[in-house]
């Protein structure tokens, strides 16, 4: 038994807030969150760790990642001479990064090869180092359509639900869809076009819904989102509202996803500021207009960053994730707002609500502490002293948390 005191301790739920606060923790679980001496007599026999000066609160938790790529502009050509065996550790590094700036769960939204499984249970056995992973697997796409090149392409239902079943019986804890066509795959669909409707997207939710799991629809344009919303996805991610000529949020559409409670990954992360130098102002205050007006609208949003992938051009690392927390700040999003889109929102949106994304007895010993308070700062959530996994705690000595992939 282990119990970690600080002056702050945050549940993950907008607004909880324990001072002088103590999380009694037994080998993988939380046994109780409370203010100091709550733990009563198990807390005494527990070996004590005093952390005056900072914050405790869940381990973080990034909805849209890509473990298999590096960060650099394209990865479909340079996906092609790399091994699966030199892809999957690389994959094990990129998680050890993301690890190591407090992400304790990721859900990976598209590998190839089923990799993403493969570096899931060697986690979870301690052979590699690594947040918890949701693993999508190959994302579900038309022949030649966005990300085709992982494996997943199925143009008619029958294809479709072939896929979806090929995935879950390998293992995959949700299902990836491509809505909508996107940037980053030569000859695709442009992202402003929709590549499946609704009865299509509704084979996947169907198929995901009898195995208990969710999905995750990748959408840029209008009618990709709304196909999205009728067939019950559970995340919709970007969701940037693209159109042949740029960012146009519709406010009766903004409203439907509202109402719907769907969740919405916009996928902004720690580069997303340097949009600003390479496509200009209105780009920026485009995207980030829209991230707000779904926050004014009631829109569920989750933090995710997309990382793996570079976005226009902009390298887009997997370390950059508190940098993604900062642009909902610039969204107008409070910083207690935010810890919960990041922690209890995002568990929840990526199905393991029931065992993280907040301090609860119970639930996995997954956390951090970090120097000071990021209620007031949300950049002290870079200050990193702890980091537990399931109980078991990531060392930060020697770590170098700086990307080195960006080549
Ligand atoms: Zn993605």
């Known amino acids: ?109 598209g590998a190839r090869g089923f990799l993403d499984l493969d570096l899931r249970d060697a986690i979870e056995e301690g052979l590699a180092v690594g947040p918890h992973l949701v693993a999508a ?30 995935n879950l019986r390998a293992g995959a804890d949700c299902l990836k869809v491509m809505a909508s066509g996107g940037q980053m795959t030569p000859g695709a669909p442009p992202s402003w076009t929709s590549q499946y409707g609704t009865e299509q997207l509704r084979v996947v939710v169907e198929e995901a819904a009898a195995r208990g799991k969710g999905v995750a629809a990748h959408a840029h344009a209008h009618e990709a989102i709304r196909s999205s919303v009728e067939a019950g996805v559970t995340t919709i991610e970007h969701c940037t509202f693209f159109t042949r000529s740029g960012h146009r949020y519709d406010p009766e559409l903004i409203d439907v996803v509202a109402a719907s409670g769907t969740y919405v990954c916009p996928t902004v992360h720690g580069a997303f500021h340097r949009i600003r130098e390479v496509h200009g102002e209105a780009m920026l205050e485009a995207w980030l207009g829209g991230v707000s007006a779904m926050r004014e609208a009631g829109v569920r949003q989750i933090a995710g960053t997309d990382a793996g992938f570079a976005i226009g051009g902009i390298g887009n690392p997997t370390d950059g994730y508190v940098g993604g927390l900062e642009v909902f700040a610039m969204a107008g999003y409070r910083n207690a707002e935010i810890i919960e ?18 301090l609860d007895a119970g639930k996995r010993a997954d956390l951090i502490a970090v120097a000071g308070d990021p209620l007031e700062r949300l950049s002290d959530l870079r200050n990193l002293v702890l980091v537990l996994v399931s109980g078991r705690s990531v060392g930060q000595a020697g770590v170098d948390t700086v990307t080195a992939s960006l080549g």
């Open 1 to 109: 038994m282990r119990i970690i005191r600080a002056t702050k301790v945050l549940t993950g739920r907008s607004g909880q807030v324990i001072a002088d606060g103590e999380v009694l923790i037994d080998g993988p679980k939380i046994v109780s969150v409370g203010p100091r001496g709550s733990a009563g007599e198990a807390g005494e026999a527990a070996e004590v760790i005093e952390l005056p000066g900072h914050t405790v609160l869940p381990g973080l938790i990034d909805a849209h990642v890509h473990l298999g790529f590096d960060a650099k502009v394209d990865p479909v050509t340079r996906r092609s001479p790399e091994s699966d065996h030199h892809l999957l550790l690389r994959m094990a590094e990129n998680a050890r990064k993301l690890v190591s700036a407090g992400v304790t769960t990721a859900r990976d939204l």
């Open 137 to 166: 697997t190959r994302p579900i796409t038309i022949t030649g359509g966005h990300c085709w090149y992982m494996g997943g392409e199925a143009d008619d239902e029958p294809a479709i639900r072939r896929v979806a079943r090929e």
């Open 341 to 358: 889109l990041a922690t209890v929102l995002a568990a929840d949106a990526c199905g393991v609500g029931e065992v993280a994304g907040s």
